[in-house]
């Protein structure tokens, strides 16, 4: 049964990571397995920041921001490969040119499209490195561009997947001689051949598409942390590890905040009972955590999750009017526009409350759009925490000592919106 593993750029960050990654695959021969990996280290962002410098008409510092790119992937090419760097180093060069290129070829279009273009780059040059290095190492090798796989309209930077001719093109590979697939997260074209990218973060997504396609068996995400937690363990001193947990859970943990594996992932393996297992690739005897359709460890444990910078509204019709579904459908259409998510919604006769991120860029200008029909009262400078499963005793000593904003609770969710002064830095689950 095939098997689908996903390498973030964490685990493939520098030589030292990539050697670690073919001493880790070495203890999983069996075939098939596709290998999805992501960007090296922070490569993304370089070629975001890339990409606004050359945008911003800064031509110096787009060309010291690619020679830095190009002198990073060569140097950790040189630290793998020594004396036998000769091909790869070329292979990179190309890629660096065609980066360069294409970015050039492409300045004029819409920035969307133009991003791509560049992006897509960062796995490109991270598959070419590491699939060498697998090579190398004696692993029988095939890379594979995932621009040829995974097909998506052209809603450049967050394209959507057409799963038809994506799952044709996918189940038209053959597998079976026995050699590992290398392919990118993340990347993906239109019918033209335009590329295209799913959302940053998306190499997770690549992994459940490819994995879909295939109907594997099992898929993978090897991460920095050694699994899923009931809450986040950097902002709670007493987390502790879920073995096994559904779906539908895993959905409701990443929708209300936790962000270990992105929302997208799960709907394409759920509909396939693939579980999907969060390891870590430090520790290869950990268990990790899988999400499955048959998991029955829910409820018996609460989970929490914060968002911090969140910002309260509170909106009123004028004169003394009602908070009628009009003005609900007209205020919940601007957050569509702002592009922004309401963690809390809560409405009353002449009220509707919204908890936001406090993201400047959208939630000002849907502020302004807001009070120029309606009276908004506004508080900054908060946290909501959200909880899973929680009984009455667990709210009670989490509340204390502490206002509570705005509430909200139903049979499997409570949620409670704090002045971010009066939270602690670390959390404490009471016992
Ligand atoms: N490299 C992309 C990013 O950093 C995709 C991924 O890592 O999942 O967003
Ligand atoms: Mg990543």
Known sequence: MTQVFKFGGASIKDAAAIRHLGRLLAHFPERPLVVVIS??????????????????????????????????????????????????????????????????????????????????????????????????????????????????DDDHQSASVDWKTTAERVRGLDLADGRLRVTQGFIGATPEGASTTLGREGSDYTAAILAHCLEAEVVTVWKDVPGLFNADPRRFDNAVQFDRISFSEAIELAWHGATVIHPKTLAPLQQKAIPLTVRSFLTLEAPGSTIAGDALHDGDVPAFMLCEEQTLLEIRPRDFAFMDEARQHDILGRLVTAGLHAGLIDAGAMRLSLCLDSHPARLEPLVTSLCADYSVARLDGLTLLTVRHPDDDLLRALGEGREVLAERRNATTAQYLFHTRECPATWHIPE
Not at 96 to 103: P, Q
Not at 107 to 116: I, N, Q, S, V
Request: aromatic content about 6%.
């Open 39 to 152: 960007a090296m280290g922070k490569t993304t962002n370089a070629l975001e920041a890339l990409l606004a410098a050359a945008r911003g008409d800064d031509r110096d510092d787009y060309r010291a921001r690619l020679e830095s790119l190009r002198g990073d992937h060569l140097a950790t090419v040189e630290a793998l490969f020594g004396s036998t760097a000769g091909p790869v180093t070329q292979r990179v060069e190309a890629l660096v040119s065609e980066l360069d290129r294409r970015h050039r070829a492409h300045a004029e279009r819409e920035r969307p499209f133009h991003y791509d273009q560049t992006v897509c780059f960062g796995e490109l040059l991270s598959t070419t490195i590491v699939g060498a290095w697998l090579d190398e190492v004696g692993m029988a090798t095939e890379w594979l561009d995932a621009r040829e796989l995974v097909v998506t």
